[in-house]
C-alpha cells in the first residue's frame, strides 16, 4: 500500500508520516519545501497542493489530506477539497481529510455542532464552517473517502500511547471528562483506520487519556 501525505512538513503531518514509517508503509510526504520535512531518508513531492497532477497522484493508493491554510486563508479547506476531489474521481483511491473538531455534535440528536456552541472560538469556528463544507462536498462526491476528526483538545506535545476510543459524528471525552487526543495518538487511530477501513465514506472522531494531566 502506497500513501502520499499532503501537508507532511504540518504538526498532523508529521505525526502521521513518522507513524507511517514507524510501521513501514511505503509513504512519500508532499510539501511545498522539502527543506521543512524533519524525518530522513523517505521519497518526498515538493509541489503545492493546487498544482498536484493525477500523474504525480498516480502511485499511490492513500492520499491523505494534512493540509493547514494560514489564519484567514481558512476557505482554501474548501478549494483544497474540490481539487483533491477532482483529481481523484474515476479511480480506486482512497482519500482521508483531517477535520475540525468544531464539526463534530455535542448533543444526543445531532443538531448542534461544537462550534455552534457561544464560548467556542470565533477563528475556530471559521475554520470549522470551511471543513464542514468541504466534508459535504465528499459526501456528495463519488470518490472512497474518511473524514477523520480529533477531540476538541488536540494536544500537539501529547505522548504516543497507542491508546483511544473510537466514534462517528459525535464528541467523545475520556474518563477525566476532556475531548482530548494528542497528535501523536490521532495518527495512530488514523493509521489503523487505513488498515482496517472500519469508517469507510463518513467521519470518525477519537479520544485518549491525557496521561501527562492525570500525572
Known amino acids: 500500500m502506497k500513501i502520499a501525505v499532503i ?7 508529521t505525526h502521521i508520516l ?4 514507524m510501521r513501514n508503509f511505503d509513504v512519500t510526504a508532499i510539501v511545498k519545501n522539502r527543506a521543512t520535512v524533519q524525518e530522513e531518508n523517505i521519497n518526498i513531492i515538493e509541489s503545492d497542493l493546487f498544482n498536484l497532477t493525477e500523474e504525480q497522484i498516480a502511485p499511490f493508493d492513500i492520499l491523505i489530506n494534512a493540509f493547514a491554510p494560514l489564519p484567514g ?10 481539487h483533491l476531489i477532482s483529481l481523484l474521481e474515476g479511480t480506486e483511491k482512497k482519500l482521508f481529510v483531517i477535520g475540525s473538531s468544531g464539526c463534530l ?3 444526543r440528536e445531532k443538531t448542534v455542532r461544537l462550534m455552534d456552541l457561544e464560548d467556542y472560538p470565533e477563528d475556530l469556528a471559521v475554520a ?3 471543513q464542514l463544507q468541504n466534508l459535504r462536498d465528499l459526501e456528495s462526491s463519488s470518490i472512497h473517502w474518511s473524514f477523520a476528526i480529533p477531540s476538541a483538545m488536540f494536544d500537539s506535545d501529547g505522548p504516543r500511547t497507542g491508546h483511544y476510543i473510537k466514534g462517528e459524528e459525535k464528541i467523545l ?3 477525566q471528562f476532556n475531548s482530548y487526543i494528542s497528535y501523536a495518538d490521532f495518527a495512530v487511530a488514523l493509521l489503523d483506520e487505513i ?3 472500519e469508517y469507510p465514506n463518513t467521519t470518525f472522531t477519537v ?3 491525557n496521561v501527562t494531566a492525570a500525572s
Open 7 to 13: 501537508g507532511a512538513a504540518g504538526k498532523a503531518g
Open 18 to 21: 513518522r507513524e507511517a514509517i
Open 73 to 82: 486563508e481558512e476557505h482554501l479547506h474548501v478549494d483544497a477539497g474540490e
Open 105 to 107: 455534535f455535542v448533543d
Open 128 to 130: 470549522a464552517k470551511a
Open 173 to 175: 471525552v475520556n474518563s
Open 195 to 197: 488498515e482496517k477501513n
Open 207 to 209: 479520544a485518549s487519556e
